[in-house]
């Protein structure tokens, strides 16, 4: 922001350090009120100590705000993209990605409730979280004012962040003083790590980067067997115990973690251009993925699971660089969501040392028919006479190219 | 086939009870010649006894052909394919659909060279092969006549088709006078299993129907650590060591089923129309398939990746459904092969009780930069104020679509 | 059919020569109660003499059913399919295979009333309406028994229906007793015309076959200007009348013909596997879709435009195919319904001798900011130093690739 | 660019009054040696005077580079864009954005012969054209510095302009004082023009904006027939007279305006965000647009013509934003031009009054099959019994899903 002219901002407040910093460097850049905003989103860190650190550096009671949305993370962000099966490049289950837009808005939320004019963020300059911040702001509050440190000011080493803090008063857990060899985010549904000691992708990750999954090899040497249940394309249960979102989740992470599964050490692509590599752990939903993916093959049309496919990269592109509130992802995500209709049922995985293996599913919805299908005498149910007419029709134009010299299908 | 003047038909033979019957049927039912072809794709199965079968059936020596494709199938079907990384449904490597178009296209090299005017195989009439094979037969000889016999004849029993075969002194192994528990399908790349005692979706399948993997369990404790390495898209070497795609593959396999790796149980969306279960061990190709992964994502440009993955299930479906000599598979293939050319390197790989495990991916030709990434000081490579313009661009038609009243991005 | 006990079959019946002798012989052949099954589709037919001629052919007055489905067929797939912008291979409105589906609709909701457990249609066998009527019968009524005269009965010439209908005392038109130069089928969208001597695609079509519109030369030589109103993406008004959706269409279908407008002569690729030449009238429908296309382009977003137009072919090739009624159409519909909440607004059109112009377009949801677009001074609206920022992010990829020796974006 | 070190740029120099405000802009503010380079893209300008203004700013000869571009720009840019019928938001046919990244190239080769470290362009900071030049740059030399003037300097009026034109003996020529009513690009695809009196999209264009083509009220009353011949896709001749591509263009151009055909009134997205208007004459891209497109109807297989429209908006989107030296436009070149080897034939148009209409398509190529496609007896070449078989394939999954329930394909 080259000029600004800044009342009072909603910061996106962890209670950490840097965010800290940013904090006292907003009150003395801006000379504007600054209200503070710590969300519980399952990132498995107590929320009181940042209520009394806020209160430490000045902000008063009224400008402190701290909510519990493991709920409705879950329900709202991460069970509709699961409906869609998003796998970022492949591999990614998404779990920074789908976090950010449901702070921002909670931000701006915020913002509106205090009657702020500016919203502030934490994310450094080269990665894909500011953006995402960034663009949900703006797309829910178009006139924000968006306030980035990271890329304005000046303490560029943690040297002159920790400098600043001392100069500011700012308490300095031990720890906290040398540079941490990797960073860290996390929430309900995945842990990532990246950053220093995990720049070069030659080499394989520490074993202290894991924190949300034990090794496979520590894992227990007996599997798991448990059963997910299913409603119109939602987990609603665990081994016939209905649960909520958020309970869920933390059910099938405990399972996860237990398990060694879930574990993903991934060169990406970010959406500023550049690769980077990440080390993500999502115990919880990488069993959920596996799951509603075999529920899907019993209670999907065959199309209906071939277009979703076919859009998916397009949609997980979407979630990973940062437009979860644009009218492109709420058109893919009414097309998902009309398919999901008869995704209900039951399905059984075996989790073993990092395996999360399918062994069953069910539906009172299922598509998959026995009479069909059999080797066994079908009672003419199926009229093996038909393929011949099916075949011979498909090839024609294979044909046609054929006598017209193209042989091979070449063209 | 309704009406037909088949003269010389070269049929697929594989030795086995049911295409000994078939051969058989032809030369009763349309008096005609009988060309045996016999292919090995690496299936584990030993090629003399088709020849001393079809010589006892009374087919004439100049009449019988055996091939090794096993080179060719990996170097000009399974390596192709793998450059798209090709997935049916999300899941499926492929390995029965990719051999099909090989023995049809051999099939009508055959044909040709013998100058005969028919082609015979043994599908069944309700699966996908049928139409796989006959696409494939269509499209390169386009006035071929195509004789599929389980969808003709009246013998759809067992016992009748032992009758027939001991009417006409076919012998018949002690273990195949009963009904096979499930049916088995094998190459180089993989083995599949499906029918009868796999029917039931909910049922998990028997330990017996795995046959080219041990079980994750049953795996060593230790893992073990490979490298594969690549050139332009395809894997040339193990550990160091360059060999031929089919060396290459039958030694991943070996890796593979020694790591109980490659196991898949799945309920897939066939062709014709219904749904069936399949219980799929495609051990070197799951390895394969993750290192390829790896090796693109520090090779390959973010937008030839998205590329590539956004038509991948479009690809898949193609090969599925057997339209391999199409134009269309044609064109996917120059796509991602214009795509490949960078992508060489290598990738280190940690195989574990059914886990293959990304540890390290290097290249030449690297994308990912050290300088442009990195949390320390960056010395000018990024500068981090061009975010803000790139994310301000970005939003500005969603914040046009708020100022017009779509908070939220709601259309 | 190979095998039936047909008791009570609806036929979709145009009181024409063909479909006459098609109730004669479904009366001969299957010995079955037949229920003559009559739509006003808007094709420009009395429809009083399929009564008559039903009643002479021996049809109990409670079996024949006459309905009009204009405002049916525009409401709910005409507008539906525009909202699409859907064109077949870049050109063809798709007036044909719209009308279909609900042909089909209406024959299984009648069949349901009567207790009738077939239906039969005078589709022929090598075209795509057969499929279209089938595939909508057994979405509908998966038991229906489905009987296609043209397919099974051996009144394969011209002289031989002539013998039968004479044989069986059906009534022929003077006219009708030679074989018609090409075959016609119309509706409210559209007049098609295939066949016989359109069969050569190098010959320009002759003038005699175009019915709905005139001669562009012949049209005024002074434009016609009007204006047409949309509400959530459907037209409702022209020139500030509001108008039924069958009225409107049946007005722009009168503008279009006056000047004109909507004619295609096309070479097409069929679903059953062979190209055909298809000329084609749909003046209004032009109209329409020009105005839509011009309304959509102030007030849909970008990325909801773009996701519309790269899914535009398939929801073509669906409706085209005949699978109106299956899942995929429903979900690419709620996609597309999705982002027309805001496209209300008017376009100004120019019609003139051929050309359908778009002279203007305004909304109340305009996306189009004079502001932000504006050559003249735009009061801080747009940083231009931001464009900066994103091209640079935007290139940067492309800059790595060409350090890493890929010039030219070369991969 | 905020600091910077530049010693010799090479700029895109028309010789008009802006990039002579530049030339000298740079000059005085980069203290740099200039190199102008001035192209022949067919905009209809003499280049002469562009050469002479720039040795009265004191250019020095070998720094002065004027290049006849109309060749490699129809060749190598213009037709195999055209292979893919690539048409931005469905309609425009990319005429200013397929002509930058030539230009861009060439900056670049020049900039490399010269040893220039710095290239610079004309184009404004809210369009579109600063994106495709510097994409280009940066994809081709990612070391080059970029100045773009408009978004440097604070000429920001026309004053300002103008009084700096006046202090550095800048000639002004007299219609050049005041502003221009709107903004003209030209070459040889197109002219466009936007802004100023035309950034109302209510208000129809003055017709003084049209300066390609004559009003299609004014062109003859007779209709002109033309053949076009192409070869692999692209276009070799007109009426059998063999041409260069730069010649055929410019006698399409000829016909086209001639003929009131190619202009289009448009409101678009622009990459940098926001909706434009531009209004555009592509007389004789509109004929070959269409030409193309029917030789391809009977030359191209079914599948290969859906997978490229499919793709087709997406690559109009890259040609749109820039990306033309980039991996993905690449790629699906590659995939286009796959499908072109077999698209050879002849076309017969008919041109009037703004109308383009195929009369006629031939090809020894031809997929088009009269004895597959006549109403008549067609001696067995297509069996109308197998359509059964396919209809009753297609629809199975349907009647399974409306045996599970769900009627008329809802899921």
Known sequence: MRVKDVKKVVLAYSGGLDTSVILKWLQTTYQCEVVTFTADLGQGEELGPARDKALLLGIKPENIFIRDLREEFVRDFVFPMFRM??????QYLLGTSIARPLIAQEQIRIAEEVGADAVAHGATGK??????????????????????????????????????????????????RGEAPF?????????????????????????????????????????????????????????????????????LNALGKANGIGRLDLVENRFVGMKSRGCYETPGGTILYAAHRAIESITLDREAAHLKDS?????????????????????????????????????????????????????????????????????????????????????????????????????
Chains 1, 2, 3, 4 share one sequence.
Request: proline fraction near 5%.
């Open 183 to 251: 960073s860290v985010d996390a929430n309900l549904l995945h842990s990532s790590s990246e950053g220093k000691i995990l720049e070069e992708p030659w080499d394989a990750p520490d074993e202290m980067v894991w924190q949300r999954t034990i090794r496979p090899e520590d894992a227990p040497d007996t599997p798991t067997e448990i059963t997910i249940e299913f409603e119109r394309g939602d987990a609603v249960g665990i081994n016939g115990e209905r649960l909520s979102p958020a309970m869920l989740l933390t059910r």
């Open 85 to 90: 099966n998003a796998l970022y490049e492949g």
């Open 311 to 411: 859009l998916m990269p397009r949609y997980a592109e979407i979630v990973y660089n940062g437009f979860w509130f644009s009218p492109e992802r709420r058109m893919l995500q009414a097309m998902a969501d009309e398919s999901q209709r008869s995704v209900t049922g039951m399905v059984r995985l075996k989790l073993y040392k990092g395996n999360t293996i399918v062994t069953g599913r069910q539906s009172p919805n299922s598509l998959y028919s026995m009479k069909h299908v059999t080797f066994e005498d079908d009672q003419g149910a199926y009229d093996q006479f038909d393929a011949q007419g099916f075949i011979k029709l498909n090839a024609l134009r294979l044909r046609l190219g054929a006598m017209a010299g193209r042989k091979g299908g070449a063209l």
């Open 127 to 176: 990665g894909n979280d500011q953006v995402r911040f960034e663009i949900g702001y703006y797309a829910l509050k178009p006139d924000v004012k968006v306030i980035a440190p990271w890329r304005e000011w000046d303490l560029t080493s943690r040297t002159a962040l920790i400098a600043f803090a001392e100069q500011h008063q700012i308490p300095i857990a031990k720890d906290k």
